[in-house]
T-cell receptor, first 110, second 112 residues
């Protein structure tokens, strides 16, 4: 049984570009949450998707947007990248309260 | 005030030492509490849930004090393999929504 799968594992983007990160949830999970973890910090909640709708959102600007598909997979989009967006982006899937994290996408903005 | 605050660390201890991590949370309506472990450049992994009655898993003991909104983790007889960042995590539900809030983490290095 596959856990949470994220792609790509690493990428480098230039300031001002746009990026899309992808997440496939654990089998049977219907909710996807995205977190940003900057170096030396704990993961910060970006938003959560359930039934293809954004259900909760953390304190992140509108440059951060997402989507959930009918198969529960999800995308995180970040527009107009800033150097400060460099971080590990974690996807977690859940069914009620049990979270499973993916191994993350490490984004570097240069 | 941050939602979840932890000892800033880092902690450097010799093998065999006992080490304690402390954490406070600000939302008195929080419902669930956890300690996660995160190895360098890896994803966080659940170490243990924390209950008001306290719970123990081998060398690890977790305690929750709801009145003082305080969570602790005690590691006895530290091993080299315990070296990692320990994250205090609080679960909150608003209606049908459930969200985890993480502390900043405390880095532990166990030295030979």
């Amino acid at each position: 049984d596959a856990g949470v799968t994220q792609s790509p594992t690493h990428l480098i983007k230039t300031r001002g570009q746009q990026v899309t990160l992808r997440c496939s949830p654990k089998s049977g999970h219907d909710t996807v949450s995205w977190y940003q973890q900057a170096l030396g910090q704990g993961p910060q909640f970006i938003f959560q998707y359930y039934e293809e709708e954004e259900r909760q959102r953390g304190n992140f600007p509108d440059r951060f947007s997402g989507h959930q598909f009918p198969n529960y997979s999800s995308e995180l989009n970040v527009n107009a990248l800033l150097l400060g967006d460099s971080a590990l982006y974690l996807c977690a899937s859940s069914l009620t309260a049990g979270y499973t994290f993916g191994s993350g996408t490490r984004l570097t903005v240069v | 005030r941050k939602e979840v605050e932890q000892d800033p660390g880092p902690f450097n201890v010799p093998e065999g030492a006992t080490v304690a991590f402390n954490c406070t949370y600000s939302n008195s309506a929080s419902q669930s509490f956890f300690w996660y472990r995160q190895d360098c450049r890896k994803e966080p992994k659940l170490l243990m849930s924390v209950y008001s009655s306290g719970n123990e898993d081998g060398r690890f003991t977790a305690q929750l004090n709801r009145a003082s909104q305080y969570i602790s983790l005690l590691i006895r007889d530290s091993k080299l393999s315990d070296s990692a960042t320990y994250l205090c995590v609080v679960g909150n539900s608003g209606g049908s929504n459930y969200k985890l809030t993480f502390g900043k983490g405390t880095l532990l290095t166990v030295n030979p």
